[in-house]
Each structure stands twice: as C-alpha cells, then as structure tokens.
C-alpha cells in the first residue's frame, strides 16, 4: 500500500490550487483521511480532515478557503485551496488509515508530500 501526493506547484497570493492524493495496493477499505502541511523551521501540522462518511474539520486558518474532499471509489483524496496566502506555503502530505486485504488492522500510511508555494 502507498498513498502518492501531486498537484503542488507555484502560485500567486490570491490563486487557487488542487493537490491530490491516491491510494494503492491490496486495499480492502479506507477511514479516515487528512492533510498535513510543514512549512521550513516549523512543525508539521494538521490541515484538514476526512472521516469515510465525509465529515469535515478545518484548520483555523484556512477554514472558508480550503476545501477537503475524497472518492472512495478511486481511493483518491484531495485538498482544493482558494485565496491562497504566502503563509499557506509548506509540504503538503497526506495521511489515511488504510485496512490492507487479509488484515485486521487498519494501519496509517503518509504520503511523501507535495510542495506548495504561494509567491508574487
């Protein structure tokens, strides 16, 4: 099982970007899912987050611009970001509580990040 982040990229403050995330391997069901986001000399912290019934949390700080969402059919997660700040500026990884096939367990899996920079 891996999870496989992409979509990040240079944009302007004011600019909209879409990062996503896919989920593969012997996968029998998925819970929740999260974004996490580290910006350089800062800790990592929790962005948003998905449970499978589509319930939703933000962060404080990009709640009413940032918009999580997921396809359980594709195992795909995504993070649609409006009205982007420089302060948005970070790796972006994603993270998902993934029950692989023949286990009992659900496990946590991190993607390896995507960069994101928000810069005029």
């Known amino acids: 099982v891996q999870l496989q982040a992409s979509g990040g990229g240079l944009v302007q403050p004011g600019g909209s970007l879409r990062v996503s995330c896919a989920a593969s391997g012997s996968i029998r069901s998925i819970a929740d899912m999260c974004w996490y986001r580290q910006a350089p000399g800062k800790q990592r912290e929790l962005v948003a987050a998905?449970?499978?019934?589509?319930?939703?949390s933000y962060v404080d700080s990009v709640k009413g611009r940032f918009t999580i969402s997921r396809d359980n059919a594709k195992n795909m997660l995504y993070l649609q970001m409006d009205s982007l700040k420089p302060e948005d500026t970070a790796v972006y990884y994603c993270k998902a509580d993934i029950l692989r096939l023949r286990s009992l367990q659900f496990q946590t899996y991190w993607g390896q990040g995507t960069q994101v920079t928000v810069s005029s």
């Open positions: 998905i449970t499978r019934g589509d319930s939703t």
